[in-house]
């Protein structure tokens, strides 16, 4: 983007399509700058990077759903220079700053091609997450120090909040399906082993040193879960229930020693219900929602828990589970099956009163 406060480049063009703050500033400039630049090399510049983010961007938005983010990104730049900066801008990178801060969040470790000029001219791959830092932090040293010279970097700045924040909010809504690879689900990765890793400890710092008998029990405790676990791993679901009835009879009194890490607690969870060991399955599935509670499975577990206490004659905690699972659920199919055997239990306890 191109602050034209400083006029180069433009000799001539009429202003009424710049956005600039304070007296000058129509709203409709906000949408109207982003069309028009101050050269070739400007919009051409421009382009390149459209080019470069734009398309898996608009990949996982659509072709309206880009249009209007990238307008949108266009205007809300255009916004946060009329508010902060002082003079006219025009130039679309305002809203291309937006389609990159949006790959930043759907693709951060796509790694891009980029010249790299340092004695020689070379091709270089680098990540997306450093090449488009690089870009932020210029940003915004730059006007931090008042040396931007004649680009608009307040505007720069406010596109990539603007599509950092919306990438966000739309991967948290699902409205844009998750990847194993963006930002949204690599944070909830990293928060995820955190809750594993807090799940699997089991107290065993004292503030004295540890007596041998205590040595002996965490040992013991070790194996116990490493049996469980290693059938698990091996593909052996099935032969994990004994050791796992095992592991609750000597340990169970305690919720954190008895449970396993994520993947193996759900697993351990739906094979004892396969097994028809409903007692020890509403432990596991009950120990798996209280260790991970903010899992993406959850709601689903509750709408299972509630089929457990159903068939085991416990009514109001089957009807709990449902309401919560119901809330909860973002997938309709599963959600209204919650609130069908929700309702569905309501009517035989009325039926019963």
């Given at each position: ?33 982003n ?36 307008l ?13 900066a ?38 270089m791959?680098?990540p ?20 931007a ?62 007596s ?14 490493a ?96 309401t ?6 973002t ?23």
């Amino acid at each position: 983007m191109l602050d034209t406060q400083s006029g180069h480049g433009l000799a001539g063009f009429t202003p009424r399509f710049w956005v600039i703050g304070g007296q000058g500033f129509a709203w409709y400039r906000t949408l109207t700058y982003n069309f028009f630049h101050g050269d070739l090399m400007h919009l051409l510049g421009n382009m390149l990077f459209l080019w470069v983010f734009g398309r898996a961007v608009e990949d996982k938005l659509g072709r309206i759903g880009f249009l209007l983010f990238y307008l949108g990104g266009g205007v809300f730049a255009g916004l946060v220079h009329a508010l902060f900066a002082h003079g006219p801008a025009i130039g679309a990178s305002g809203a291309i700053s937006a389609v990159t801060g949006a790959f930043l969040v759907m693709f951060p470790r796509t790694r891009i091609k980029v010249f790299w000029f340092f004695i020689i001219i070379s091709l270089m791959l680098v990540p997306a997450w450093f090449f488009i830092g690089l870009q932020v932090a210029w940003n915004v040293i730059a006007t931090g120090t008042g040396e931007a010279g004649n680009v608009a970097t307040l505007a720069h700045l406010g596109g990539y909040a603007f599509g950092f924040g919306v990438s966000v909010v739309l991967l948290w809504l699902r409205v844009v399906p998750r990847e194993p690879y963006d930002l949204f689900t690599i944070s909830r990765q990293a928060k995820r082993r955190q809750e594993i890793l807090a799940a699997g400890r089991v107290q065993m710092k004292p503030a004295r040193p540890v007596s041998p008998e205590q040595a002996r029990r965490a040992e013991a405790l070790a194996k116990a879960r490493a049996a469980v676990s290693t059938e698990l791993s091996a593909g052996r679901p099935e032969d994990a229930i004994a050791p796992y009835r095992e592991l609750l009879e000597r340990y169970g009194e305690s919720p954190e020693a008895a449970t396993l890490s994520r993947n193996a607690q759900y697993q351990l969870g739906l094979q004892l219900c396969a097994s028809g060991e409903n007692s020890m399955a509403i432990r596991a599935l009950s120990d798996f929602i209280r260790a991970y509670p903010d899992d993406d499975e959850t709601p689903a577990i509750r709408v299972l828990l509630a089929r457990l206490y159903a068939s085991a004659g416990e009514i109001d905690r089957a009807r709990a589970f449902l309401t919560e699972a119901a809330e909860q659920l973002t997938d309709e199919r599963l959600a209204a099956i919650a609130r069908e055997e929700l309702a569905a239990l309501n009517a035989a306890a009325g039926e019963r009163t």
